[in-house]
């Protein structure tokens, strides 16, 4: 399958089906197609008060939309694994509460940063796993869906933060479009790996100077504002 050989309409007829599948697997989505953003982000997964998926699609080219929608039903997956034993969820919630704009303590944000941040990887993992088992490599090729997994957990620490550290309390859409700027060069021919220490070390590291400047200025963030925040942690 090429994704110069695809139209849009075979695209969006992929998009359907997948959307199909998840509810044949038992969690029903809701597709909003004149929003940006739902609840805060791109999309979600949530099964209270039962399973559901729901995905905003407006401005949303269709390879980033199959893309999106098979990583919520990734999510559907953790949660019939009882990943994390369903922890991720008080993550979460911790999550949404800083996108409303609540101040939280630097525990509860460190807890949130982290939890979000592995389910969010292991996610990216076995968002690849389907690439393959549906042949969408091609659209997806696995090295650039491996540096779309990095730049997302940089982004999540820079609007989530961590202990020491107040996040930007920001869901900044088009994350994925600052890749180049966070890695250069930097090839990712393996995702980190989370069953080892030094790859459990790379998914939960703070952000880096460089990194925080370049989500910064994306989202239009003066460096007084970030200084105001900073004291008021």
Known sequence: MSKNKLSNADMEKMFYEIVQYSKDQGCPVTVFKSLEK?????GYFSA?????????LKNRPWPKAIELIIHEFCHYWQWQDGFLG???DEGNLIYSRILDGEHVSPTDREKASQLVRISEYDCEMRTEKLFE????????PPEEH???AATYNRHIVWSIGDKTTPGSGIFYAKYDTLGDKLWGNK??????DPT????????IEPISAEHKAVFDKAAGI?????????GRA
Do not use: C, Q, Y
């Not at 090839?187 to 980190?192: A, E």
């Open 38 to 42: 739902i609840n805060g982000s791109n």
């Open 48 to 56: 209270d008060p039962e399973p559901h998926i729901k995905v905003a």
């Open 86 to 88: 369903r922890k991720d």
């Open 133 to 140: 088992k549906w042949k969408l490599e091609e659209i997806f």
């Open 146 to 148: 491996k540096k779309s």
């Open 187 to 192: 090839k990712f021919t393996f995702f980190w």
């Open 196 to 203: 080892t220490s030094s790859g459990m070390a790379k998914i």
């Open 222 to 230: 003066k460096a007084s504002k970030v200084a105001a925040r900073k």
